[in-house]
């Protein structure tokens, strides 16, 4: 049999603690690579870290020389050092992995056992969220809700980043080349044969996650406006609402005035309407605006990452 190359991608942010623990979990699968003919290609992508997540991926390049280093010249985001990953990987199969061991490199070989089976790609789920807080997953499950009913991208309730995937699907995934990228929607989208396997949650080795609430409630406004343009059509209907509601209140006014000759009192229920409406406004103001910024930011076309160092 040909030997064939798998990519690994590591995108990285202030790991250092992590980096050889992950590799050392890694190697543990060195034997099974061996028995299918499989060579390993190690991509560390580093997202700007300010610690020594770089000196410590050196010190593996040093004594392994499967391994490779992209580093940034900034924080450009997980997404930005998925796709970069992506851009670099030369190997037949392509596998994206946490630095912090929460996507356990020992799955590896059942994912590959069904890529073999025929499958394009291999995506893996938690399905459980132990170690977290229970807000976060209360909002997570709603988020996973609304985003499957308004949208084409297919997105799986916990799944995670952690996927094994063919050439093929990689290199769909590159076609797409947006500058706002909400990768588990981009998997969805691309479609393709996927297997969905579960594991329970494993809670970061060490460090911290780079996620607070605030930042996840961002992200997923994020995978909104990427993946659905259903706020502009509610936009438009409570547009629509609002007039219809405007209208039978002005021929209730009218009717009542010229046949009844009342006046029209209560200066109150007015300013509620006022503070109603103008609500709404700026709320439908501010949906048509999410996509407009985000118009902006693709029709810049900068790059999606710098590179300021690369083994
Ligand atoms: N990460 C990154 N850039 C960032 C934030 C995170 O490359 O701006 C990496 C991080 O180093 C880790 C992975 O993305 O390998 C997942 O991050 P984290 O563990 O903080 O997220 P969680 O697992 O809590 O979703
Ligand atoms: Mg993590």
């Given amino acids: 049999m040909d030997k064939r190359l798998l990519s690994v991608i590591v995108p990285c942010f202030n790991e250092e603690a992590n980096i050889a623990y992950f590799y050392d ?54 997404e930005a050092a998925i ?17 912090d061991l929460q996507d356990p490199p020992s799955l590896l070989p059942e ?31 709603r988020f996973y809700r609304l985003m499957n009913k308004i949208s084409h991208a297919d997105i799986v309730d916990g799944a995670r980043d952690y996927r094994l995937m063919t050439r093929q699907v990689v290199d769909a995934i590159l076609s797409l080349g947006e500058y706002n990228r909400f990768s ?52 438009s209907i409570l547009g629509v609402v609002f007039c219809f509601m405007a209208f039978i209140l002005i021929l209730f006014i009218l009717i009542r005035s010229l046949f009844w000759h009342d006046p029209t009192p209560g200066w109150q229920s007015l300013t509620c309407i006022i503070s109603l409406v103008s609500g709404v406004q700026l709320l439908c103001l501010g949906i048509v605006g999410q996509y407009l910024s985000k118009t902006y930011m693709e029709v810049k076309n900068r790059p999606k990452y710098l590179i300021k160092e690369e083994i």
């Fill in 83 to 99: 796709y970069a990953g992506f851009v670099k990987a030369k190997g037949d199969y392509a596998v994206i992995m946490d630095a």
């Fill in 25 to 78: 979990e890694l190697m543990k699968n060195e034997q099974f690579f061996e028995s299918k003919d499989l060579e390993l290609e190690l991509i560390y992508v580093d997202d700007g870290s300010k610690d020594q997540t770089v000196g410590e991926v050196k010190k593996l390049r040093d004594k392994d020389e499967r391994v490779r280093l992209v580093s940034f010249s900034r924080n450009f985001g997980k």
């Fill in 184 to 235: 588990k929607g981009i998997f969805g989208w691309v479609g393709f044969n996927t297997k969905w396997i579960e594991y329970e949650n494993i809670e970061r080795l060490k460090g911290e996650t780079k996620w607070n609430f605030w930042g996840l409630f961002l992200y997923s406004l994020e995978g909104i406006v990427a993946f659905s343009t259903m706020p502009l059509a509610l936009a």
């Fill in 111 to 141: 994912m590959f056992g069904y890529i073999e089976e025929g499958y394009d790609s291999v995506a893996t789920r938690r399905v459980s969220r132990k170690g977290e807080p229970p807000i976060r997953s209360f909002f997570a499950r």
